[in-house]
């Protein structure tokens, strides 16, 4: 299994077409989770809830994201990687298509969990195929195409939501994302490449040579991190702005779509200083401006704060691509997407779930800008632990 997994590793160029096609399961995986930022001002009016109940639904789309990374494994062992990414594809969508059935917030909550369970499926599955694609020395710009996704997700969110919403309510812009990924992931199913081979099941002896290692722990340090910055103040930044500053929804989920364009190019200067330098110096950037803007964030307002709304982002996904080419140089090839599956569920409670619920209940009290600044410090903090990772580009030979 082996040996037919890294055989299919070719040339960055030659693989660019299926590395594209994974990336767009994993795009339209994650718009439709963070679809519902944009439009959560208009479910809160529709359902009736406050910002640290906008927060509890982050919360268990997060949770049930960890609880879908945990049960990945067996999914990839009994069906194969490339299967299990579009699968999970298949039920993403048809979660997108019940959700707006929800007439009320507790089942609004409980579809979301359910959608977050479907999602987290994809992960290990999607990085193992993707690295079936590709020799060693070009991951770091393969991540930094699959990391394309997340960020064109959170362009294209505000962006679809409001053209929605002049015609139809909240619940279309979820139908509209539903039905393309049953299409994506039937199409994926028939034609998608790379990851012909079992995943492996999490069992305790694997588990215990995973965290038993620091470097593990390590890296669940800066992948919290990384997505607290990124999807924590994307989910809370339209009731920020509306808020605290006055803006409309339109203004503020204009200012969210234009801040994340910027955030497209970022994934590619992160992962050619990964592939040319290391992962350490990639890493450093991510804490020191991502912290920094944070604090500016909430330090801020007027033009200074569209300045720092627009880069934050850019900085926020300097943490991925790096990120994902460390689990993959300092695990062996049997341990990286069970190493995936560990880390993920920390990974989407805390960044997913708590920095949301966080930063919601820091504007409930009218200290939006307090919680911003906090998050920027926590990752300043985190600078010293730079020095337990792997200096240069050098990795574990597979």
């Given at each position: 299994m082996k040996s037919r997994a890294l055989d299919t590793r070719t040339p960055f160029r030659v693989a660019l077409p299926g590395v594209i096609f994974v990336t767009a399961i994993f795009f339209f995986n994650f718009l439709s989770r963070v679809v519902l930022a944009p439009i959560m001002p208009v479910i809160q009016a529709d359902l009736g809830f406050a910002h640290t109940g906008a927060g509890v639904l982050f919360m268990a789309l997060g949770a049930g994201n960890a609880l879908g990374l945990l049960l990945s494994g067996f999914?990839?062992?009994?069906?194969?990687?490339?299967?299990t990414v579009g699968i999970s594809s298949l039920l993403v969508g048809a979660c997108a298509l019940a959700t707006p059935l929800a007439r009320d917030y507790a089942g609004l909550l409980a579809a979301l969990f359910t959608m977050g369970v479907a999602a987290g499926f994809y992960l290990p599955s999607g990085i193992a195929t993707i690295f079936s694609l590709i020799r060693k020395e070009d991951w770091g710009k393969s991540m930094a195409v699959h990391e394309l996704a997340p960020n064109l997700a959170f362009v294209t969110a505000p962006i679809l939501a409001e053209a929605v919403l002049l015609c139809f309510d909240w619940r279309a812009s979820l139908h509209l994302l539903g039905a393309v990924q049953l299409c994506l992931g039937l199409w994926f199913l028939r034609s998608g490449r790379g990851g012909e081979f079992p995943g492996t099941v999490p069992g305790p002896p694997v588990v215990m040579q995973i965290v038993r290692r620091p470097i593990f722990w390590v890296l669940v340090l800066f992948f919290c991190l990384g997505v607290c910055a990124s999807v924590g103040p994307y989910s809370m930044l339209p009731l920020y702005l509306a808020d605290a500053h006055g803006y409309t929804r339109e203004a503020a989920n204009k200012l969210l779509s234009v801040s994340r364009v910027l955030a497209c190019f970022a994934p590619f200067v992160a992962g050619w200083i990964t592939d040319?330098?290391?992962?350490r110096p990639a890493i450093f950037l991510f804490l020191l401006l991502t912290g920094s803007a944070l604090i500016a964030l909430g330090l801020t307002s007027d033009t200074p704060l569209m300045v720092v709304v627009l880069l934050q982002p850019m900085c926020s996904v300097f943490m991925f691509a790096p990120g994902f080419t460390l689990v993959s140089t300092v695990f062996p090839p049997e341990h990286r997407t069970v190493a995936l599956a560990l880390?993920?569920?920390?990974?989407a409670v805390i960044g997913i779930g708590v920095a949301p619920i966080f930063l919601g209940a820091m504007g409930d009290a009218g200290r939006f800008d307090h919680g911003f600044m906090i998050l920027g410090c926590a990752l300043l903090a985190a600078m010293p632990m730079l020095r337990l990772l792997p200096a240069g580009t050098a990795g574990r030979d597979d």
């Open positions: 999914l990839s062992r009994a069906v194969n990687h490339r299967r040319r330098w290391g992962a880390m993920g569920p920390i990974n």
